[in-house]
């Protein structure tokens, strides 16, 4: 006999024990991720490693991370959060934490590729879980806090992993990550639910995962109605209608041209962000005379305004726009523009200046991700969040691939950091143009379960074409 506790479905406040279960495991993935960045100099040391060798350990996790979030995506929307989330959790922690026994370099970055696997799973399993169980009107705020446990785990390894190493020994830096990876699954395993929906009104359904996390078949039971913008509606499960399902719904969503102009933008921006994150301190230091302490100051202080500017860009998309993504996301990105292109004209020498434009870069290059992933997920629909998500944010892995080579090269080959904000300012303007011709969504309605039942209950019906039903996006 199941267990009546573990199918009952949770009330609309369970969703802020959803946010913190998902954070929780958005953090360690991303402590497993930057876990070499702080004890690369023990790695380096120990396995008589070279600065390219090092390099090639930072980057073994994203050659999976990448592939990895797509499938994810695929398999979130067929079986559910849960039965994702606690696997690419576990397996994340347990690569990381088997490097303690290491013995060998090729055995280093086979640990860490397998790890990328793990970490893959999360950021769709992220998205879909927020998505679902957050009505529109907090959607994207929520969303914005669960990415700042990026920039927590980034302060967190930086601060933590050195000490361990020196007191311990490097080992004992990845065992902390992955015990903690261990601890952080049962969380999920256990507080994780799938939630449940429930008819709004006649005609009206909204989609839900059912207490099994089978949000496939309880997807393709209802027809939900979503609101469009600017009379042109958009079709449910990202263009597909109730019918389709399986491949035909993934191949639906892989011929929106919206879900391409948001990867597209993701991609420019993403270059623009992780470009100037990895040659920041360089850039003060060696074009302003920064010290290099005071140059790392400078860019923790671009990754505060990041975190700030994830939740804080969300509140105000949810609140002062009222749900509109579109509008928020476009400013983030013009505002970006407008710093890249100040240190290309000025190259940097701003006086005081410079620090309140680096806090501004900021929460606009760094903080744009939380809305990214919220439109994300509401364009692929509740039946489609999880693809739309990993696809989105793939495309911003690309970004982080080629960018920062790109940017080093210009610096390179010219002598002058001028050059590279130039391509910086022409990589955020492509990012405009790509969100400009996006049609989103005018006001968010992927309906699940019982936070967000209400949420779509008060938005007006739109007015479907025949044939044509109506759903998240």
């Excluded at 006999?1 to 495991?25: C, E, H, N, Q």
């Excluded at 719904?249 to 921006?269: E, H, N, P």
């Excluded at 920064?290 to 305004?305: D, F, K, N, R, S």
């Amino acid at each position: 006999m199941k267990d009546r506790a573990a199918i009952r479905p949770a009330g609309p406040s369970y969703r802020f024990v959803i946010l913190g279960t998902v954070w929780a495991s958005y953090l360690i993935v991303y402590l497993s991720r930057l876990s070499v960045g702080p004890l690369a100099p023990f790695l380096k040391e120990a396995f008589d490693l070279s600065s390219a060798e090092v390099g090639s350990l930072m980057s073994a996790t994203a050659v999976t991370y990448a592939p990895a979030m797509i499938a994810a995506g695929l398999l979130v929307d067929r079986v559910g959060v849960k039965r994702v989330l606690v696997p690419g959790t576990l397996v994340a922690g347990l690569c990381v934490g088997l490097l303690f026994v290491a013995p060998s370099y090729p055995v280093l970055l086979a640990l860490l590729a397998l790890s990328g696997i793990g970490c893959g799973c999360i950021y769709p399993s992220a998205v879909k879980a927020l998505v679902t169980w957050f009505p529109p009107r907090e959607r994207a705020t929520a969303i914005g806090l669960n990415q700042s446990a990026i920039n927590v785990s980034g302060i967190a390894g930086a601060a933590l992993l050195p000490t361990v190493a020196l007191t311990m020994g490097w080992q004992y830096g990845f065992l902390f990550v992955g015990l903690l990876a261990m601890a952080i699954t049962v969380v999920c395993f256990v507080l994780y639910r799938e939630p449940a929906g429930r008819p709004l009104r006649p005609g009206v359904v909204a989609y839900a995962g059912d207490a099994r996390g089978d949000g496939g078949r309880a997807g393709r039971s209802g027809a939900a109605v979503a609101g469009a913008a600017g009379g042109a509606a958009v079709a449910g499960a990202a263009g597909t209608a109730p019918g389709e399902s399986g491949w035909a719904g993934v191949l639906a969503l892989l011929r929106r041209r919206d879900i391409w102009l948001l990867a597209a933008g993701g991609l420019f921006l993403g270059i623009v962000e992780f470009s100037a994150l990895a040659h920041m301190v360089l850039f003060l230091n060696e074009s302003l005379a920064y010290t290099a302490v005071a140059a790392g100051g400078l860019l923790a202080l671009c990754e505060a305004a990041g975190a700030f500017g994830k939740p804080g860009s969300g509140l105000v998309s949810d609140r002062l726009f009222r749900g509109h993504r579109k509008p928020a996301l476009l400013a983030l990105a013009i505002t970006a523009f407008g710093v890249c292109a100040l240190f290309a004209v000025s190259g940097g020498d701003l006086g005081w200046l410079l620090y309140p434009c680096l806090a501004v870069f900021g929460v606009a290059a760094i903080g744009w991700a939380g809305l990214y992933g919220t439109l994300a997920g509401e364009i692929g629909g509740a039946r489609r969040a999880g693809l739309a998500a990993g696809l989105c944010s793939a495309m911003v892995n690309v970004g982080i691939v080629v960018g920062p080579p790109v940017f080093g090269l210009l610096v390179d080959r010219t002598g002058s950091y001028r050059p590279s904000w130039v391509l910086m300012a022409v990589a955020a303007a492509i990012a405009v143009v790509c969100w400009s011709l996006l049609r989103a969504p005018a006001v968010a309605t992927v309906a699940v379960g019982p936070a967000t039942a209400g949420a779509v209950r008060a938005q007006p019906r739109p007015t479907a074409r025949p044939g044509v039903a109506y759903d998240g996006a």
